[in-house]
């Protein structure tokens, strides 16, 4: 796993990882994520077998609302709540297997903005641990695994925060899926 830094460097690295179907491990807004193109199966068999999970839901953290749009449908009342609440931890499901946000990180939106489409965005851990806040237990999670993302971007230490909140919007309805930073 290549290591760098959060700099203009680091995130050019991390990009062209990202463009040759790869997995980094990057900052965001909550904690350290697991993440590649949300669209490539590959990335989401390599972040399944890195997790030793078998779930294909994923968060996605896109770059701006615009970028949300040209990839998923949202309603009058999606759009709405997301002027309200982006950037920041505010997931909002858009289809079958994901739910998107756009977080306040700045690392987080620009690699997105950078890769051209929202990435996969998943607690960088073992599944069922918990989600990981600092850069050196990560390195220690993965440094005798055989399947192991290819890049780590290294912020140091994280400020720990509460989770993003998933909401489902219908028509006229507002569902909280899973509770979290945000309260709607």
Same mark, same amino acid.
């Given at each position: 796993?290549?290591?760098?830094?959060?700099?203009?460097?680091?995130?050019?690295?991390?990009?062209?990882?990202?463009?040759?179907?790869?997995?980094?491990?990057? &900052?965001?807004?909550?904690?350290?994520?697991?993440?590649g193109?949300?669209d490539?199966?590959?990335?989401?068999?390599?972040?399944?077998?890195?997790k030793?999970?078998?779930?294909?839901?994923?968060?996605?953290?896109?770059?701006n609302?615009?970028?949300v749009?040209n990839?998923?449908?949202?309603?009058?009342?999606?759009?709405?709540?997301?002027?309200?609440?982006?950037p920041?931890?505010?997931?909002?499901?858009?289809?079958?297997?994901?739910?998107?946000?756009?977080?306040?990180?700045?690392?987080?939106?620009?690699?997105?903005?950078?890769?051209?489409?929202?990435?996969?965005?998943?607690?960088a851990?073992?599944?069922?641990?918990? @989600?990981?806040?600092?850069?050196? @237990?990560?390195?220690?999670?993965?440094?005798?695994?055989?399947?192991? &993302?290819?890049?780590?971007?290294?912020?140091?230490?994280?400020?720990?925060?509460?989770?993003?909140t998933?909401?489902r919007?219908?028509?006229?309805?507002?569902?909280v899926?899973? &509770?979290?930073?945000?309260?709607?």
């Amino acid at each position: 796993m290549v290591i760098v830094k959060p700099n203009s460097s680091g995130i050019k690295k991390a990009v062209a990882v990202i463009k040759k179907n790869g997995v980094i491990v990057y &900052p965001t807004d909550t904690a350290y994520a697991l993440g590649g193109f949300f669209d490539s199966s590959a990335v989401a068999r390599k972040i399944l077998t890195i997790k030793q999970r078998t779930d294909r839901k994923f968060t996605l953290i896109a770059g701006n609302q615009k970028q949300v749009e040209n990839f998923f449908k949202l309603s009058s009342l999606s759009k709405k709540i997301t002027k309200q609440y982006w950037p920041g931890p505010l997931s909002l499901i858009v289809s079958r297997r994901f739910a998107v946000r756009v977080p306040k990180n700045r690392i987080a939106k620009l690699l997105a903005q950078r890769a051209g489409k929202p990435l996969i965005a998943t607690s960088a851990n073992l599944s069922g641990g918990t @989600a990981p806040y600092d850069s050196t @237990a990560i390195i220690r999670q993965f440094s005798n695994k055989k399947n192991k &993302p290819d890049l780590l971007i290294d912020a140091g230490r994280l400020r720990q925060r509460k989770i993003s909140t998933i909401i489902r919007v219908t028509a006229k309805k507002i569902t909280v899926i899973r &509770p979290g930073a945000i309260t709607i």
